[in-house]
């Protein structure tokens, strides 16, 4: 009964049959199992794949891996680190995100100052704005300017602008006052780019 025939018809047995199936582990008969449990077994590593079984209606034990299929498994070392892996990518990503939150805004406010190209009211208030932190204030003070709503804008066709700018000043030893700003701009066409023409600092009520 423990010989080896040819292997018959891999598809003589339903993946999911019910009838039941014994194996021959170490010198002894076990079961019975199913299909899925012997799958299981198999997969799991708890049986090896010359692991012997048989049914009623064969003549003979058969390779369990005509009735079930080994599945490639990954590397060990990657079952192993999968978690350690997925937390440190966790923590990463909430700390960009807690970063992104808090210098974001920072980061579009530097783009949108120094990428305007545009003769308009708009592109005049952001690159006055790059203006002021550049040469309008001590270097290492901080401006936190309002919005535009509160600037004044004067296009003077065709390349010239004049804007008032308003904003507070930290300053690199800690005091904070309100201040303002009259830039004027000239606009090279050609070059697509607003230059500064001078940056003056005057009283926030004008």
Partial sequence: M???????????????SPEVFYLHINGEQRGPY????IDHLLN???????????REGLEQWQPVT???ARRKRGP?????????????????????????????????DGWRESSQTEYSESAAYWRARDFVRHTGVEKGAVVQFLSIKSADVK???????TVVVKGKVIEPRGGTRNSAWRVKLKYHNL???????????IPPAL
């Fill in 76 to 108: 060990k070392w990657l079952k192993r680190w999968a978690k350690p892996v997925l937390l440190v990518t966790a923590i990463v990503a909430l700390l960009l995100a807690v970063l992104l939150r808090i210098f974001g805004p920072i980061a579009l």
């Fill in 34 to 37: 199913t299909v899925q449990h």
């Fill in 44 to 54: 799991s590593g708890l049986i090896a794949d010359d692991t012997l079984f048989w």
């Fill in 2 to 16: 423990r010989g080896r025939l040819a292997s018959p018809d891999r598809n003589f047995l339903a993946v999911n």
């Fill in 155 to 161: 296009l003077q066709p065709p390349d010239a602008a």
């Fill in 191 to 201: 070059r697509k780019e607003w230059t500064n023409q001078g940056v003056e600092e």
């Fill in 66 to 68: 005509i009735l079930v």
